[in-house]
T-cell receptor, first 109, second 115 residues
């Protein structure tokens, strides 16, 4: 079992839909990151969380430390949101990043 | 906030040549840097861990003579892919930590294509 599990692996939705991507982890962490990766492009940091909830524009990220679970939400989704979204955790034991496999999101107009 | 600059973002090279990827922390001292590689349709996997001034620790299966890592200063780490082959084509990313300040951040990645 991977230490960081993301679901779903693939998600296709219509423009305007509310999107939720989930991340569960099994190790002790100092922080959890949500990142965006466009095809052929680099990685962009969206959020770094250690507790609670953060909001940036149409993006919301939450984390439940007790349940070792985080969610990334996109409100009023748009085709330009199409990308791979990756969850990564900073392991508290050695500060190493452990990456999820990513969720490929396609928003259709 | 803490920023890590990784260059180049994309590189195409011929088989047999070497490619250097730089990872630079701009506004903090990176006591530890990690290098990761992303295989197609898989998550990023740790290649090696480097602490400033000491030799890198490589993960099992990663050839240290092929992937040379240098962490000579607290702000710069480099990964050199030597005698590159098409199977080395991948996405490489570094992450950096300043444990004293609780900083954990990463570069934007390098897409390497070996032709």
């Amino acid at each position: 079992k991977n230490e960081v599990e993301q679901s779903p692996q693939n998600l296709t939705a219509q423009e305007g839909e509310f999107i939720t991507i989930n991340c569960s982890y099994s190790v002790g962490i100092s922080a959890l990151h949500w990142l965006q990766q466009h095809p052929g492009g680099g990685i962009v940091s969206l959020f770094m969380l250690s507790s609670g909830k953060k909001k940036h524009g149409r993006l919301i990220a939450t984390i439940n430390i007790q349940e070792k679970h985080s969610s990334l939400h996109i409100t009023a989704s748009h085709p330009r949101d199409s990308a791979v979204y990756i969850c990564a955790v900073s392991a508290i034991s050695n500060y190493q990043l452990i990456w999820g496999a990513g969720t490929k999101l396609i928003i259709k107009p | 906030g803490a920023v890590v600059s990784q260059h180049p973002s994309r590189v195409i090279c011929k088989s047999g040549t070497s490619v250097k990827i730089e990872c630079r922390s701009l506004d903090f001292q990176a006591t530890t840097m990690f290098w990761y590689r992303q295989f197609p349709k898989q998550s990023l996997m740790l290649m090696a861990t480097s602490n400033e001034g000491s030799k890198a620790t490589y993960e099992q299966g990663v050839e240290k003579d092929k992937f040379l890592i240098n962490h000579a200063s607290l702000t710069l780490s480099t990964l050199t892919v030597t005698s590159a082959h098409p199977e080395d084509s991948s996405f490489y990313i570094c992450s950096a930590t300043d444990t004293a300040r609780g900083i954990y951040t990463f570069g934007s990645g390098t897409r390497l294509t070996v032709v």
